[in-house]
T-cell receptor, first 114, second 111 residues
Framework: DAEITQSPRHKITETGRQVTLACHQT?????MFWYRQDLGHGLRLIHY???????NKGEVSDGYSVSRSNTEDLPLTLESAASSQTSVYFC?????????????FGQGTRLTVV | GDSVTQMEGPVTLSEEAFLTINCTYT??????LFWYVQYPGEGLQLLLK?????DKGSNKGFEATYRKETTSFHLEKGSVQVSDSAVYFC??????????FGAGTTVTVRA
């Protein structure tokens, strides 16, 4: 079965360190997204990609970067981790055929910056 | 820009009670609307969706109707179970495939 997986599931890091969260999907979807989930804010879009070598900033992109070298993967990098980036991160993918293509979500990565 | 406002809760109910979670949206054009559910420790799963005005999405006893005139997509279930305890998110999808989410509503159902 196709799926979308994130790793690690939990991560503790120190302030100032670079951290990369992995996202891998086997749906062969063109669209991939990174969200962060914080109490009271729902999910907020960090970065997204419509295909290989395409990346775009979302509403809360400061301090984050992504790269898309193939269809399956969209790693999220925190350049210099800050305590404000302690959150739960979700990766999602969807088709790009228009219509009501639903988004499929990974299990999430809980990141703690100390 | 596009946005979603939903009742934040938390909501605590007894089994077999009626559940309503209000959701309203602001968007240009005619977005698709969704309800996602997040069970403890898991990612988000699509619960139901609607693509145009007056469409009714339904799944697992939950229903929501796309009301263009009131820009609403309220979620309802007639008789909840303990297994319905979760966080529920209302979301809209704009033409460039991005989802905008509400803040989420935590629902706890007591036996």
């Amino acid at each position: 079965d196709a799926e979308i997986t994130q790793s690690p599931r939990h991560k503790i890091t120190e302030t100032g360190r670079q951290v990369t969260l992995a996202c891998h999907q086997t749906w062969n979807h063109n669209n991939m997204f990174w969200y962060r989930q914080d109490l009271g804010h729902g999910l907020r879009l960090i970065h997204y990609s419509y295909g290989v070598h395409d990346t775009n900033k979302g509403e809360v992109s400061d301090g984050y970067s992504v790269s898309r070298s193939n269809t399956e993967d969209l790693p999220l990098t925190l350049e210099s981790a800050a305590s404000s980036q302690t959150s739960v991160y979700f990766c999602a993918s969807s088709e790009s055929t228009g219509g009501v293509a639903e988004a499929f979500f990974g299990q999430g990565t809980r990141l703690t910056v100390v | 820009g596009d946005s979603v406002t939903q009742m934040e809760g938390p909501v605590t109910l007894s089994e077999e009670a009626f559940l309503t979670i209000n959701c309203t949206y602001t968007a240009t054009g005619y977005p698709s609307l969704f309800w996602y559910v997040q069970y403890p420790g898991e990612g988000l799963q699509l619960l139901l969706k609607a693509t145009k005005a007056d469409d009714k999405g339904s799944n697992k006893g939950f229903e929501a109707t796309y009301r263009k005139e009131t820009t609403s997509f309220h979620l309802e279930k007639g008789s909840v179970q303990v297994s319905d305890s979760a966080v529920y998110f209302c979301a809209l999808k704009n033409p460039d495939y991005k989802l905008s989410f509400g803040a989420g509503t935590t629902v706890t159902v007591r036996a």
